[in-house]
């Protein structure tokens, strides 16, 4: 048996430094660790590099940093910013409601409107966020980024309402309403100039079994379009392009 790579301690919270391109501190986790050290320390200590930088444990530093703990850290040469993300791709990712519950029980206002919508309508969470930020970018990174830190924003909550109630009316005709692609396809044709929401449901009472499941939005949307034009004179017929 060998001793390496010992364990150190210091209340000198300025010798170490964050490595460019590593994750902001998450107030969430930051929280929570705060208060699990608070009601018992257990010294797990982070990783620095030679220089000092904080390869793992960025939070568990902060939080002994705000609650004037002791900073336990073991020093390895030669580690950098790919061994962060070695480290993290190995660690239990949280899910989308681990962060909802928990920024929701910090009073985070934005996250609190998306849950009551999402508790309200039913839809999944990467449907939600679009509904809610406004934007037709399923799964975005920049949006899931934002969800994960904190810094969502509810763009249009008036807007998002009025536009879950015009897919929770085809709920009647169709029950993959829910679906990505499909809730894609009706939030471009709810800004088309040339769609009128209450002539297609008139349509579904006549067709509601043409309307099934598709694979992608385009694929709805020539469906879509197929039943919207059913008992239009040709000259009336509308093609819904984007």
């Known amino acids: 048996m060998e001793t390496v790579n010992q364990v150190l301690m210091t209340n000198d919270y300025e010798m170490f430094k964050t490595i460019t391109g590593n994750r902001n501190v998450n107030p969430l986790h930051l929280n929570r660790l705060k208060k699990s050290i608070s009601e018992k320390h257990i010294s797990v200590p982070i990783v620095v590099n030679d220089k000092y930088e904080i390869i793992d444990g ?10 004037k703990k002791p900073v336990y850290f073991i020093k390895i040469a030669g580690l950098d910013l790919p061994d962060i993300h070695r480290l993290n791709s190995n660690l239990k990712n949280w899910v989308a409601d681990d962060y909802l519950e928990g920024y929701c029980m ?19 969470h990467s449907e939600t966020k ?11 990174r920049t949006q899931t980024d934002a969800f994960k830190d904190g810094t969502f924003k509810v763009r249009d909550l008036k807007m998002a309402e009025k ?24 939030l471009l ?3 088309h ?8 449901l008139k349509k579904l009472e006549y067709q509601r079994m043409k309307l099934v499941d598709c694979t992608n939005y385009e694929q709805y949307l020539t469906l879509i379009e197929d039943i919207y034009n059913y008992n239009r004179a040709k000259e009336n017929k509308v093609f819904f392009r984007f």
């Open 58 to 67: 960025q939070h568990r530093f902060e939080s002994a940093k705000e609650l």
């Open 106 to 124: 910090l009073g985070y206002p934005e996250y609190i409107k998306y849950k009551m919508f999402k508790d309200k309508y039913g839809f999944g």
């Open 130 to 140: 679009s509904l809610l930020s406004g934007t037709l970018r399923f799964g975005d």
């Open 163 to 186: 536009n879950a109630e015009k897919l929770l009316m085809i709920s009647n005709y169709y029950d993959g309403y829910k679906r990505k692609a499909f809730i894609k396809a009706m």
């Open 189 to 191: 044709l709810f800004n």
């Open 193 to 200: 100039d040339d769609y009128n929401h209450a002539e297609f």
